[in-house]
């Protein structure tokens, strides 16, 4: 009797473990099905909310995307407390811009962005980095799967890894961790809505259109488009020293070129133009688009360019590391200004 109840127990047991191997998907699985989706998907629609802690104080921005199928993007990051600093990613059949509406400025890119660097904002860009990594851990919590990969930022060495949450019944990114050398988390992208096969017109990735968008907004509000130059310096100097600021009148504004000398020697220049253009335009650049969490910019050689507060920067040295560089680009915000 006991023997048949044992048998009849393991019987059991073995069943339910069974069914519950049955009702669960294992990685691979998640992978395909979330690769076949982003394959017969017509594009998607998104909002998110990124949080950033790698300065001082912590930096929030709004991100809408919008992605057509095979190859249109438009990604909006916006910081509400920093209207002006506003951003458009574009992505059309003429290239890769760089939009900063409230200056009706554009940098044009020749670039294969997005495929050159992950993205945690891009579904396919996720999906990208769990293929690629064969030592990704997973698992399944109650409502997500979990991936944990490793990253590929050509731009920041300092966030190996990030964690992937994708919702069970969507297959879609709801949460996204990236994380530094400690696996702690440094950056959160929280996505609030995920609407798959929205319909698109071909004005939705048009340049010009959204640059007009913003000048009516402007003028449908009063809003002045002259501003105040603010000198702004770096925190981090990778040890060269101010040297000497000369500042200079320019028909279109004020430079201001500063000069960092020591070991890592570097010039930062700073171009205040004393009233925004009344026509879109942009410029070409043929540097790699780069994220230097304040804005978009461009580093090609050995030099960096970005827009920020209505001021051009430019950072040139010959002694930098492509690594020092970016670190001096992006701490150029993060210190009072004088």
Request: proline share 2%; aromatic share 10%; with cysteine.
């Given at each position: 009797?006991?023997k048949?109840?044992t048998i009849?127990?393991?019987?059991?047991?073995?069943a339910?473990?069974?069914?519950?191997?049955?009702?669960?998907?294992?990685?691979e699985?998640?992978m395909?099905?979330m690769?076949k989706q982003?394959?017969?998907?017509?594009?998607?629609?998104?909002?998110a909310?990124?949080?950033m802690n790698?300065?001082k104080?912590?930096?929030?921005?709004?991100i809408?995307?919008?992605?057509?199928k095979?190859?249109?993007?438009?990604?909006?990051?916006s910081?509400?407390a920093?209207?002006?600093n506003?951003?458009?990613?574009l992505?059309n059949?003429?290239?890769v811009?760089v939009?900063?509406?409230?200056?009706e400025?554009?940098?044009?890119?020749?670039s294969?962005?997005p495929e050159?660097?992950?993205?945690?904002?891009?579904?396919?860009?996720?999906?990208?980095?769990?293929?690629?990594?064969?030592?990704?851990?997973?698992?399944?919590?109650?409502?997500?799967?979990?991936?944990t990969?490793?990253t590929?930022?050509q731009?920041?060495n300092?966030l190996?890894?990030?964690?992937?949450y994708v919702?069970?019944?969507t297959?879609?990114p709801?949460?996204?961790k990236?994380?530094?050398t400690d696996?702690?988390?440094?950056?959160?992208?929280k996505?609030e809505?995920?609407?798959l096969?929205?319909?698109?017109t071909?004005?939705d990735f048009?340049?010009?259109?959204?640059?007009?968008?913003?000048?009516?907004?402007?003028?449908?509000?009063g809003?002045?488009?002259?501003?105040?130059?603010?000198?702004?310096?770096?925190?981090?100097?990778?040890?060269?020293?101010?040297l000497?600021e000369?500042?200079?009148?320019?028909?279109?504004?004020?430079r201001?070129?500063?000069?960092?000398?020591?070991?890592?020697?570097?010039t930062?220049i700073?171009?205040h133009?004393?009233?925004?253009?009344?026509?879109a335009n942009?410029?070409?650049?043929?540097g790699?688009m780069?994220d230097l969490g304040?804005?978009?910019?461009a580093?090609?050689n050995?030099?960096?360019?970005?827009?920020?507060n209505g001021t051009?920067?430019?950072?040139?040295s010959?002694?930098?590391?492509?690594?020092?560089l970016?670190?001096?680009?992006k701490s150029?915000v993060?210190?009072?200004v004088?």
């Amino acid at each position: 009797m006991i023997k048949r109840l044992t048998i009849t127990l393991v019987v059991v047991l073995s069943a339910t473990m069974l069914l519950q191997a049955c009702g669960e998907k294992s990685q691979e699985s998640v992978m395909k099905r979330m690769d076949k989706q982003l394959q017969e998907m017509k594009g998607y629609k998104t909002r998110a909310e990124m949080r950033m802690n790698t300065g001082k104080e912590e930096q929030v921005y709004q991100i809408e995307v919008w992605h057509k199928k095979d190859d249109f993007y438009r990604v909006a990051l916006s910081n509400e407390a920093d209207e002006k600093n506003n951003q458009i990613i574009l992505k059309n059949e003429d290239g890769v811009f760089v939009v900063t509406p409230a200056l009706e400025k554009s940098f044009k890119f020749q670039s294969d962005w997005p495929e050159n660097s992950s993205q945690s904002y891009l579904y396919q860009s996720l999906l990208n980095d769990i293929q690629q990594d064969k030592e990704s851990r997973f698992e399944a919590t109650e409502t997500h799967y979990l991936f944990t990969t490793k990253t590929n930022y050509q731009s920041n060495n300092n966030l190996p890894y990030q964690e992937i949450y994708v919702d069970k019944k969507t297959f879609t990114p709801v949460l996204v961790k990236v994380l530094d050398t400690d696996e702690k988390p440094v950056v959160e992208v929280k996505f609030e809505q995920f609407q798959l096969n929205p319909e698109f017109t071909e004005k939705d990735f048009a340049l010009d259109d959204k640059h007009q968008t913003d000048k009516e907004k402007a003028e449908n509000t009063g809003e002045q488009t002259e501003q105040v130059f603010s000198i702004m310096y770096p925190e981090y100097t990778a040890g060269a020293e101010l040297l000497e600021e000369k500042e200079m009148t320019i028909e279109s504004g004020t430079r201001l070129i500063m000069t960092y000398d020591g070991e890592k020697a570097f010039t930062l220049i700073q171009e205040h133009k004393d009233a925004v253009p009344s026509s879109a335009n942009y410029t070409e650049v043929s540097g790699e688009m780069i994220d230097l969490g304040h804005s978009i910019g461009a580093i090609s050689n050995n030099m960096i360019e970005w827009t920020y507060n209505g001021t051009d920067f430019y950072l040139a040295s010959d002694q930098l590391t492509r690594e020092e560089l970016i670190e001096v680009a992006k701490s150029v915000v993060m210190q009072d200004v004088k």
